[in-house]
């Protein structure tokens, strides 16, 4: 094998198409769009490379038009998870033994695959499967995506170039790093696309094996990543996609012997059940298991008297409302001075009576659907309560429909209390709470924001006095792992804003940084001596 110390193209993020009337990009989308909506997929789990259909079918319909059938996939079981595992060990040998640069060369292909030939078939999945706009799908499900695999592909270089800085005379001392023993589990929402690339494939690039089960709410696009993967040259068994009940695969996957990890991004109180299953059975395992979680939020908008009001306003309604509030770092609630209310108030009311609302076909809609009726109903349950609370009044919104689509008006509540349940509760959707505090309980106030809530994933301040950004700052360190000044609480950027919080939230391993990668290797460290000692008595032994 040829040998050699190679650089990888320096990565760069990927620009984001404005799909603006009249560009080239907004007539290839929604010639995609059209492709897709024409013909009803069959989508396969796939392990060990081959195409798996069970004939048990679950149905694929967007969110925004429920009677419109996107097509099938094919439900597994627990031989199905079996058998992924199996194809997982089987391909772990070659794999894992692959020089890190064809490895490399795999992500970076898939990378640009989906950069050019893919981009519009990727984004029409994310925008039919998942309800996002022709913007929300770009940034995740095209630039978001491309971004974690070209970083991760330098990270890993970097993580593989850390050696041991001192080696002394007659003495060479050697860093490497090692996939985990045994296979990993990656288990994705429906909420990003990148995410669920991302979870198994920078596993997957530090030379480990995955199994993935991928919410049933975003098999429409994984499919599509998976074709992506196999044309990239992703070998079979490395990556095994399954579409098992969750306590089915959880079952087969927790019990095994060579588990030796969990990539999970989802709900806190699945992660939880998740943690404590592995913490019981492990006497089973051949080594102590990664775990690896971003789980949930409840995130925050803090404005200070001095905020700029227009800059407030809309770093809070893009913040609460775009995806519809789907976002784990969605704001979700808003502590707005009473001095600034009233203008805030009307910027708000304004600008939210304007939205349009609709399917994402249409690409002058603003908000589309939430994900399914689940999330419909638990979102109208929460909307009707507070219609009828005496501690909270509706200011605008209040309303929904699913006669065509899981459409949830956008909403603001105003809490007239601080732990009022929706200023502690997630939600994920579009329903915004807001509680007003009188100017001068400001340092009262980051005590109510730092202790409300059991999250601690994304949060923002709105200032234009820096003492009060600084004392924010420092009163909230933990309450947010991405923390924003004079800007909305969504929106990370690979390579610039690595992604994660604490608390509740996950164990902040940040994706899209060299920390999420080094959870996927196990170090040795190799001391070589080239003048070996001959005699076991040391000069000290020596009589006077």
Known sequence: MLKGFFNVPTPINEPVYSYAPGSKERSLLKEALQVARAKQADIPMLIGGKEVRTGIKGELRPPHNHKHLLGYYHKGDKKHVEEAINSALSAKENWENLAWEERAAIFLKAADLIAGKYRYKLNAATMLGQSKNAYQAEIDSA????????????????????????????????????????????????????????????????????????????????????????EAGVPAGVINLIFAHGPDAGDVIFNHPDFAGIHFTGSTAVFQEIWKTIGTNIHKYRSYPRIVGETGGKDFILVHPSADVKVANTAVVRGAFEYQGQKCSAASRVYIPSSLWPEMKALMIEDIKSFKIGPTEDFGNFINAVIDEKSFDKLAKYIDQAKIDEDAEIIVGG?????????????????????????REELFGPVLTVYIYEDDKWEETLHLVDKTSIYALTGAVIAQDRYAIAQASSALKNSAGNFYVNDKCTGAVVGQQPFGGARGSGTNDKAGSMINLLRWVSPRTIKESFNSPTDYRYPFLEQE
């Not at 490497?176 to 690339?197: C, D, H, K, S, Y």
């Open 143 to 230: 630039c978001e995506i491309i971004d974690f695999l070209r970083f991760n592909v330098k990270y890993m270089t970097e993580i593989y170039e850390q050696q041991p800085p001192v080696s002394s005379s007659g003495v060479w001392n050697r860093l490497e790093q090692r996939p985990l023993e045994g296979f990993v589990f990656a288990i994705t929402p429906f909420n990003f696309t990148a995410i669920a690339g991302n979870l198994p494939s920078c596993v997957a690039m530090m030379g480990n094996v995955v199994v993935w089960k991928p919410a049933d709410t975003q098999i429409y696009a994984a499919h599509v990543l998976m074709e992506v993967f196999q």
């Open 399 to 423: 309303t929904y429909d699913k006669s065509e689509g899981y459409f949830i008006h956008p909403t603001v509540i105003e809490a007239k209390k601080a732990d009022y349940v929706t200023m």
